[in-house]
Structure formats: C-alpha cells, structure tokens
C-alpha cells in the first residue's frame, strides 16, 4: 500500500482562526489611516503638481519621483529606524505614515490624471461666470475628477492593504506579524499563513465589493443627470 505523508495539520486552521481576529482589526486600522493620510497627500501633491508655479510643481513632482522610485519597505525603515536619532517614532504611527506618504504619491498621479481628463472648457465656462480658479475646481473640476478616479483608487486601496503587512518588520502586530509569532511557538508555519492569508482575501474581497458598488452608484447618478 502506498502512504501518503500530509504534513500540513489542517484542523490547527480552525482553531487557531479567531485568534487573528485582533491582527485583522489593526491590519483595517493601519490600512484605513494610511488611505487616509494618502488621500489627503494626495490630493494637495496632485493640485501642485498641475500648478503653472514652477516652486510649487517642482517640489511635487520631485516626492512623486522620490516615493515612487523607492520600495515602501525602505520608506518603513527610515521613517522607524533611520528617524531614530532625532525622534523616535512607534511602530504603529511609522507604519501609518509610511504607508500614507507611499500612497500619496501613487494617489497624486490618479487625481492629476483625473483632473486633467476633464475639458477645459468646463473651467473656462465657469469661469466666464464669475467663477474664480479655485472655485471652479471646488465646484466643476473636482466633483467630475473623483467620479473618474474611482476605479485605480479603489485598486490602490486594494493594494494598500496588502502592503500593510511590510509593518510586521518593525513588529506591529497585524496579520502577518501574528501569522509568524503563532509559527515559531507552534512551529505550524503554513497553517498559521494559510489563515493569514484567508483574512486578507476575505478583506480585499469586500473592498472589491465596495468598490464596486461605489462605482456602480456614480454611474447611475451619471445617467440620471
């Protein structure tokens, strides 16, 4: 007879699966402020990015080339590490701001393109109105642009959350990092990866959803106008 050799204990999946239920929640949290940060990044990086100001533009586009011509794992390291002799930053608001300075570059460049694919003519005729520069792009320009932009933010909200677990190299305790820690007590590696890995999926998986539903959502307003 032909044995087999499993060496996987797939019932350790179950009962070690509300375990990560915490590591799930810092994972959303981190993830959260970190779009958070980028979005608010973003869109000022994006505005002066288009800026005809040469002081303004110059600077923006020089972080945009800076944070999107390095790994966010470098990015991590210097803000906790490489920080560490002027200030001391914590785990937990390093990999916040990491994540919220990486992603604002990325967000950056979806708002400029967004804002950019509108016509002209629509700033021109709001401003044929009496409408100043900034108040046309309040009113016409950025309402139509976020509309536009939904799609890449939602996959660079996507993948956000997946670069969150790079926070477990500096030990803050989200899902990867409480994957590895269960490893080495337990020593059941791939178990504790396999759950891991069906948190994030579970998570991406509804942001897809949300996403989309967003999306769904515009395009009706789009037709009911």
């Known amino acids: 007879m032909l044995n087999i050799y499993f060496p996987y204990n797939l019932s ?6 509300s375990r990560f239920l915490q590591a799930a929640w810092m994972t959303m949290q981190i993830t ?17 990015r288009i800026s005809p100001i040469k002081i303004l533009n110059g600077p923006a586009k020089a972080y945009i080339w800076a944070i999107r ?14 920080m560490a002799p002027i200030v001391r930053i914590a785990g937990y608001p390093a990999a916040v701001i990491a ?18 694919s509108i016509d ?35 996959n660079q909200f996507i993948i956000a959350l997946k670069d969150s ?5 500096i030990a803050v305790p989200e899902l990867l990092s409480r994957a590895r820690q269960f490893g080495s007590s337990n020593f059941l590696y791939m178990e504790m990866l396999v759950i891991a890995g069906i948190y994030y999926l ?16 515009l395009r009706v307003s789009e037709y009911r106008a």
Request: a positive charge; glycine letters at 10%; zero cysteines.
């Open 32 to 48: 959260t402020l970190g779009i958070v940060l980028g979005l608010v990044l973003g869109l000022i990086i994006a505005l002066l």
């Open 202 to 217: 579970i998570m991406t998986s509804v942001l897809t959803v949300v996403v989309n539903y967003v999306e769904e959502r």
């Open 165 to 169: 677990s790079l926070a477990s190299v």
């Open 69 to 82: 011509g390095t790994p966010l794992l470098l990015q991590l390291l210097v803000i906790y590490n490489g």
């Open 12 to 17: 350790a999946i179950p009962e070690f699966f």
């Open 99 to 116: 994540l919220g300075i990486h992603n604002g570059a990325y967000l950056a460049e979806i708002f400029r393109g967004a804002i950019q």
């Open 120 to 154: 002209r003519g629509q700033r021109e005729a709001a401003m044929s109105l009496g409408m100043t520069s900034w108040q046309a792009m309040k009113r016409i320009i950025l309402p139509q642009a976020f509309k536009r932009a939904v799609p890449p933010l939602g």
